[in-house]
């Protein structure tokens, strides 16, 4: 019986790399189409940008301009994985104490805490900027 397995495994993949076979000029790149979207691009570097407009971005950038830095996605994803230790508080700029606390009540109260966490940060996900920062045990804003 292993025979005959290992025969129609050995003819099916013989199969699929023969219908694999491409050639190789399919693969082949022309440089003169290379070279005419190269000439139809237009430059979009930083230098092209006016200074003064950059000058008034940054005299205007508040601290929740700063604090808005934080991701949505990488908090969310600390939380699911790591969320018994604290780690996405810690992400968030909490202080040392807050999770450190989450490692000491065996991942905030049982995993309580950080499912409340999570469910925060869900529904909040466009503005983290209450949440960064914030020394409390359940994350809520800071008022």
Not at 10 to 30: F, H, K, P, Q, W
Not at 52 to 81: D, G, R, Y
Request: glycine letters at 6%; one cysteine or more; aromatic letters at 10%.
């Amino acid at each position: 019986m292993k025979k005959v397995f290992l025969s129609l495994l050995l003819i099916v993949a013989s199969i699929g790399v023969y219908a694999a076979d491409v050639s190789a000029e399919s693969y082949l790149i022309d440089d003169q189409k290379v070279e005419q979207l190269l000439a139809q691009s237009e430059d979009v570097s930083l230098a092209i940008v006016d200074n003064s407009v950059l000058q008034n971005q940054s005299m205007m950038a508040a601290p929740t301009q700063i604090k808005a830095a934080k991701e949505f996605v990488p908090a969310l994803l600390l939380n699911l994985f790591l969320g018994y230790l604290g780690i996405h508080r810690f992400y968030l700029g909490t202080k040392t104490l807050t999770w450190v606390g989450y490692a000491l009540t065996c991942g905030g109260i049982f995993g309580v805490v950080p499912l409340v966490d999570l469910i925060v940060l869900i529904i909040n996900n466009d503005n983290l900027a209450p949440y960064i920062d914030n020394p409390k045990f359940f994350m809520r804003a800071n008022q």
